[in-house]
Nanobody, 113 residues
Framework: QVQLVESGGGLVQPGGSLRLSCTASGSRFSIDDMGWYRQAPGKEREWVAR??????GYADSVKGRFTISRDNAKNTVFLQMNSLKPEDTAVYYC????????WGQGTQVTVSS
């Protein structure tokens, strides 16, 4: 069974950076189409970024600050987050936008001084 494992979160000051990783374990799981999502306390999960083949897309709230990429050899998707703001605080998840599988545990990102 395929599992998604997110990592790389932590506590960072406003203006700082973090790089999140999402590794898909299990065979026969393509990362050609993957997205990052986040859920802040008391809010619904929201879409953050997507990579489909060589194309990428971002929510307006993170455009210009976040970059999604992937390493096919490692079956891993990344989210580089720069110029972080307190409102970026959330648990971050990855999944296939078109055919989602059970969500992983996510990784906590806290932006605070």
């Amino acid at each position: 069974q395929v599992q998604l494992v997110e990592s790389g979160g932590g506590l960072v000051q406003p203006g700082g950076s973090l790089r999140l990783s999402c590794t898909a374990s299990g065979s026969r799981f393509s990362i050609d189409d993957m997205g990052w999502y986040r859920q802040a306390p008391g809010k619904e999960r929201e879409w953050v970024a997507r990579i489909y083949l060589s194309a990428t897309g971002y929510a307006d709230s993170v455009k210009g600050r976040f970059t999604i990429s992937r390493d096919n050899a490692k079956n891993t998707v990344f989210l580089q987050m720069n110029s972080l703001k307190p409102e970026d605080t959330a648990v971050y998840y990855c999944n296939n936008p078109s055919y989602p599988i059970p969500w992983g545990q996510g990784t906590q990102v806290t932006v605070s001084s």
